[in-house]
């Protein structure tokens, strides 16, 4: 089995017995459709079933309870026999940011002329958040994530990411990936949008997880591994209950003045940051991994 196949296979997923979907094209070809992991190796076929779109499933009354109700009548394919795809449609994917003690702590070491900033937001009412990818410029488990080839310092930040339907509810999470190039966001504050958004500068999946209830979200942990020439450079892990602001919090300063008619995908910031000895280069492999939901594993190129 290819090794971002493997990677994806949603085995020992603790803290959750919520349906696990995707997006995913047959192996030999075809049309995006919708799917459901069943077991360990197998998936389970919705679109056969009538659920042509993801948005529109997770913007049901109940997506979890509907996915329950289908999986039995509906045929499967072995995951080694499909492709996964980004679990976004038209999805905008936005980013909260310094909402780790970490993350605030890291930003105001990499910028001596915006570090008074990350530190007043990180105590502030109001959240940073910003804008990150439109979902045709996302990537995929399995596809290849981005560095900038004018930036010198290219850093993985591993996050849980929510993911809302169009009426601002929040119906699960998935495994995301807020690449950033430091050294530009640490020369001017201002540079911040092209720091965080360019070619495959983002990146989701495997799943999302029908799983809401924060409580117990937020005893997972999330973990990093980057492998360079199959050797270990770089390893971290945190977890969600370092999140310093509530779910809910978060979702209602993003809906603020905003509409997001097909739903939207907030990453809520990251509590894994390597020091500045460390860059990623092309051809690392970055493993991400977020109990409850599954592992997104990606290679790097340079655009």
């Known amino acids: ?15 959750t017995s919520r349906p696990l979907v995707c997006r ?22 919705l679109t056969a079933a009538g659920v042509d779109s993801l948005d529109r499933l997770l913007d049901g009354p109940d997506p979890a309870a509907a996915v329950a109700a289908l999986l039995p ?14 679990p976004v ?4 994917v936005w980013a909260a940011g310094v909402t780790y003690l970490r993350s605030k702590t890291a930003r105001m070491e990499e910028s001596d002329f915006s570090a008074s900033a990350y530190d007043r937001v990180y105590d502030a009412d109001r959240p940073e958040i910003f804008f990150k990818s439109i979902a045709d410029k996302v990537v995929g ?3 290849a994530v981005g560095i900038r080839s004018d930036a010198r310092w290219n850093v993985p930040e591993p996050e849980l990411a929510l993911v809302m339907n169009g009426r601002g509810a929040i119906v699960g999470c998935a495994v995301g ?9 640490g020369e001017n504050l201002l540079y911040l949008p092209q720091a965080k958004t360019y070619d495959r500068s983002c990146a989701l999946g495997p799943w999302v997880a029908l799983e809401t209830d924060e409580a117990l979200i937020r005893r997972w942990t999330i973990a990093i591994a980057i492998a360079r020439g199959g050797e270990t450079v770089f390893e971290g892990e945190t977890r969600v209950d370092q999140i310093k602001r509530r779910f809910d919090e978060l979702a209602a300063w993003l809906w603020r003045s905003q509409r997001f008619p097909h739903g939207v995908v907030l990453l809520t910031g990251t509590g894994i940051v390597p020091d500045e ?27």
């Open 89 to 92: 449609e038209m999805q905008e």
């Open 24 to 45: 995913f094209v047959p192996a030999a070809g075809g049309m995006a459709r919708v799917g459901a992991a069943l077991g360990d190796a197998t998936i389970a076929d």
């Open 277 to 303: 000895s460390f860059t990623l280069l092309p051809g690392d492999r970055v493993t991400i991994r977020v109990d409850g939901v599954g592992t997104l594993e990606n290679t790097v190129i340079t655009v």
């Open 177 to 185: 990936n807020d690449m950033s190039s430091r050294d530009i966001e």
């Open 141 to 143: 488990t399995g596809d």
């Open 1 to 15: 089995m290819p090794a971002d196949r493997a990677a994806a296979r949603p085995t020992s997923q603790p803290g």
């Open 73 to 86: 009548a509906v045929p499967t394919l072995a995951l080694a026999d499909v492709h996964l795809l980004p």
